[in-house]
Every structure is written in C-alpha cells, then in structure tokens.
DNA sequence: GTCTATACCATGATAGAC
DNA sequence: GTCTATCATGGTATAGAC
C-alpha cells in the first residue's frame, strides 16, 4: 500500500519538496506560489488542487520537517544499547538532529529557520508539536544529570537552549564538503561534556588535531 | 552639536526605530510600510521624505544593528585592564555580545533574525560588515587559544560558530525577567571552558568516537 | 515634513476549459 | 490533474496639495 502511487500523490510530494525548499531559502512571506509552483513543473493555480491555500501548504512543511527530526532523534536513542554511556545517549542525539538539519532535509531547516516569522495563527497549531520536541531533549538531558553525568549545579533549560541554538544555528553558515556533521557534532559534544578550556597554570599537551 | 536635533532627524528616528521592531517581529517580507508608518505616526508616503525606498530603510536598520554589537563587544575588551586573563575576556565579550541583543536593542536582533532572508543585493552590501565583526571574534578566541587558554586540537572556526549560534538563538526564546543576560553567559562559559560532563569511571575517550 | 490620492504591479485565490 | 484567464486585494512608490 506505501508503493501506492497515484498521480496526484507524486505531485503533491514534488509540490512539498518545492515548497519546504523555497520556504527555507527565502522565508515564507517573500515566497511566492508561483515560484512554488514553477520549481515543481506546474502553474500557480494548479496548487489548489492540492492545497486549500498557502498556509495549508505551509502547515503540512512545518508538521513534516518537526515530525523528522523527532523520529531521527527517537530512534537515534532506540538503537542504542541498553547499557549505554549517557554521554553517548546525548552525542547521538547531538549526531541525529544536525544530520537531520543539514543532510538535504529542506522540511527541518525550513521550519528551523522560519518558524519564528511565520503567521501567528500558524504557529499556534504547531506549538504542541515543538513542545514535544523540547520535551524529548528534556527527558535526555534530565535522566543523563541525575544519574550523575551532568553537573547539578546548571540550569538544564538554559542549557538545552544553548545547545539547540548551537546546532539550529547551523543552518545559516554549513556548507556541505566544508565540514563533516560528525566534526560539528564532535566539537559540540567537547564543548558540552569538557568544555575547551585549559587550567590556568598547567600547560597540559595532547597533540592530536581534530581534522 | 550631537543635541542638534531638526524635526527631521526626530522622525528619521521615529522611523528607524519603527521599523527595526517591525522587521525583528515579522521579517523583512512581512513587514509593509504602512506598518512602520503607523508605529512611527505617520502615513506610508510620508516615510519617502526620509528613505528612498524600503530597501533604503531595512539597509539603514542592518547597519545599525551590526555596528552596535560590534563597538559593544569592542568597548568591552578595552575597558578590561591590560593584564586580565583570556577566559575573562571572552566573558565579557559574550556578555556584551548578549546584552545587545537582549536588552531592548531591535536593531541588533532584527539584523541578527532576518539577515538570512533578505535580498541578496542587501546582504551583499553587508557581507564585509559582518566579516569584520567575526575578526573580531576570530581575534579574540585566537589570542586566547595561541597563550594556551584554550585547546588546540580544537578548530576555532567551528567553535566560534557554535559560539554565536548558542548566542544568537536567543533572541527566539530570551523572555526579559525569566532569566538574567547574565546566568545566560555565566552558563554558555562554563559550557564553553569547562562543559558540564562529569567525569565517569570508565570512558575517557574525549570527542573522536571512530567506530 | 506630512498629507491625500492614485498609478502600477504582484500576489493569493477562483472558475471553467480541457 | 493541470491549464488559462481573471478577480480582488494589498503593497510599493510617486505626485502634488498643504
């Protein structure tokens, strides 16, 4: 039944595709659906088919590109042994989310970067979605400093902000073949667990450079 | 001559204000003239006496808000004393950096959260204004590094991305009251210096994880 | 300097042919 | 299912009165 493919399924995912892409590149009010609609081989009217309106077509980006990363981080977290490190739960999660954002998925970078500025009745219907999200890092980050792998003495909200802003951020400088995501997530990861200072007196050497 | 002020230069004022509060909440595409007019009490038309276009203005608001971020992180390394140690210079850096864009400053924030989907003619007449404010940056985390403040098997570029990504996100979730600019340095440099790990018993395996 | 009035254009959306 | 044609709206920008 999933290899199910009527026409009008096709065009509707090449239309999302357009749109999640186009919505991510310029935001939502400086796209035009005749933009969305030439990048997916059609005429601005034949969107209705489809789609009741350019919010409804914002809406199904939105929900589209919430819902993977959610499952990436999910299951990023299922396929981990039982016994793991709570370090390696987060650096997962850490690896899930970026590959996500950055690996061709224009649905979560789209809502990442647009979120903010899209219509508030908009925003309204996806807010429950977004605190479920929150809530999955939340649950991670809490079980990891109870069980002793995170300092008590931190606000584990404001930590989870700043981290997410390091990697949501990442949408507006990555460049693919510039960077690995696994040198990103790396990197966050160190600055996260060790951080990247060294004691002041002790002039501690380790001679390995992070490619 | 600074207290100079022709009813001109007020409404200029009124104006850019207006608008750099407008362009922060909606987005550049979003926001019409015929808002900024209203916030600024005037008619749309009335805003061609002072800007020559749309564009004209929304430049005028990117400009102003990236030099404001830049002198206040500037004047913040040189009001420290000469002899004062890395880690604390990058304190107040990221305090200056925060406060800005925290503290009633639409300019900075505006410039911060739409930049990324404004006309590629307007960003290119930014791009050298925002180079210069990452130098500066690059400085003062390369100084820090060179005088072993910092690792060295770290890549500095990367880092100071996540930095201002961490940072600059803020401005999605900073709510004035709920928390102090500055709890919020406080934890993005220890994350930063120290990170929040706790040593475990077993692993200690620092980022790297080959498979 | 600011207003009113308006030209001009682009967009979201609809209707009906094919 | 997609096209063409078209409407209605609302926005940028201009012109001229005050």
Redesign the interface.
């Known amino acids: 039944m999933t290899s199910e493919q009527s026409k009008s399924d096709i065009s509707r995912a090449r239309i999302l595709d357009a749109a999640a892409k186009t919505f991510r590149q310029?935001?939502?009010?400086?796209t035009t659906l005749i933009e969305i609609a030439r990048a997916a081989g059609m005429q601005a009217g034949s969107l209705y088919y489809h789609f009741g309106s350019k919010d409804e077509l914002l809406e199904e980006v939105l929900d589209i590109g919430m819902r993977r990363v959610h499952e990436a981080v999910e299951e990023s977290q299922e396929r981990l042994p039982a016994d793991s490190?709570?370090?390696?739960r987060i650096?997962v999660a850490v690896e899930a989310h970026l590959a996500t954002l950055l690996k061709h998925d224009d649905y979560t970078s789209a809502n990442i970067?647009?979120f903010?500025?899209v219509p508030e009745e908009v925003q309204k219907h996806h807010i429950r979605q977004r605190d479920a999200y929150a809530e999955l890092w939340r649950r991670i980050l809490t079980k990891a400093q109870k069980s002793?792998?995170?300092?008590r003495d931190?606000?584990l909200g404001?930590?989870r902000?700043?981290?997410?802003?390091?990697?949501?951020?990442?949408v507006?400088?990555y460049q693919p073949g510039r960077?690995s995501i696994r040198?990103?997530a790396?990197?966050?990861?160190?600055?996260?667990?060790?951080?990247?200072?060294?004691e002041?007196p002790a002039?501690s050497r380790?001679?390995?450079?992070?490619a």
Chains 1, 2 share one sequence.
């Open positions: 310029k935001g939502y009010a400086a490190s709570h370090r390696d650096r970067r647009i903010g500025q002793g792998a995170l300092r931190v606000d404001l930590v902000m700043l981290l997410m802003g390091a990697l949501n951020w990442s507006e400088w960077t040198t990103i790396d990197h966050m990861c160190l600055m996260l667990f060790n951080g990247i200072g060294i002041e002039r380790e001679n390995e450079t992070v």
